[in-house]
């Protein structure tokens, strides 16, 4: 009987705020979305709903959990107010360095996965937008139409990832994020994960993994085996 081929490791990457920079405010862009849909579907005031946005950020990792549980909001129809309308034509361009990045890491060692919080469709234009789309094995999203909500920082919003990835262990699992409670959850599971912090961003009281980095490029030096060739001083 023939061996079976063994599994590759996967390097899960988020996609907001880490494949692209904080400074294109993006997040700032989404915030405000979010605010207004909460002011006019829940009839409140901007106050109450910048204050109910982020609580059900903090518990939930994502304000729209918050949203379906309690007030049994249509995910895909507020996806379609918030995600899908943002201009992300106009800030978002490609970023020669960042390609340069996930072109040298090895392919013969390791899969490339996308693992965000947001919905398909807006993983998909971000990636499309920076040039990078064609850089991936798969993605694994917040499926906004499914009947069990699942996004990160839940165990099971990893398993998943592993079941899509098709990686069996922990240790075979590499993880980057720029969200701090992401980065802490995927540790504890036994992943090895980084925590990408924005030039701007204050150091954390208590580091979220191992790994701390400010720039993606200095994955070449947490990983030298996964990446072929030497780092590179093209700029954005």
């Known amino acids: 009987m023939a061996e079976p081929i063994p599994q590759k490791p ?15 405010n993006i997040a700032h862009m989404m915030g405000v979305l979010i605010d207004q849909y909460f002011q006019t579907h829940l009839a409140l005031s901007q106050e109450d709903a910048n204050t109910l946005h982020f609580k059900y950020y ?7 959990e918050g949203l379906v549980r309690h007030h ?4 895909l129809e507020y996806n379609t107010k918030v995600d899908d309308a943002l201009p992300l ?13 996930l072109q040298d890491i090895d ?3 390791v899969k490339l996965w996308l693992f965000t ?3 398909i469709t807006h993983g998909k234009r971000v990636v ?7 850089m991936f094995d798969g993605i694994t999203y917040c499926d906004y139409g499914a009947e069990r909500f699942l996004c990160k920082p839940h165990p099971d919003m990893f398993a998943k990832a592993m079941e899509e990835a098709e990686v069996k262990f922990p240790k075979d699992c590499f993880f980057v994020d720029d969200s701090h409670l992401n980065v802490k959850a995927a540790d504890a599971l036994g992943w090895t994960a980084v925590h990408l912090l924005d030039e701007k961003d204050p150091e954390p009281a208590h580091p979220a993994s191992q790994h701390t980095i400010r720039d993606l490029d200095e994955l070449r030096g947490i990983f ?6 030497s780092s590179t001083d093209l700029k954005e």
Do not use: H, W
């Open 10 to 24: 996967v390097f899960f990457f988020d996609i907001d705020n880490c494949l692209y920079p904080k400074s294109t």
């Open 58 to 64: 903090r518990e939930y990792g994502l304000a729209i």
């Open 72 to 75: 049994k909001v249509d995910a």
């Open 89 to 101: 034509e106009q800030v978002i361009k490609p970023i020669p360095k960042l390609r340069k990045m």
């Open 107 to 109: 392919r013969s060692k």
């Open 117 to 119: 919080n947001a919905y």
């Open 128 to 134: 499309k937008l920076l040039g990078i789309d064609d």
């Open 224 to 229: 030298p085996d996964l990446f072929i060739g």
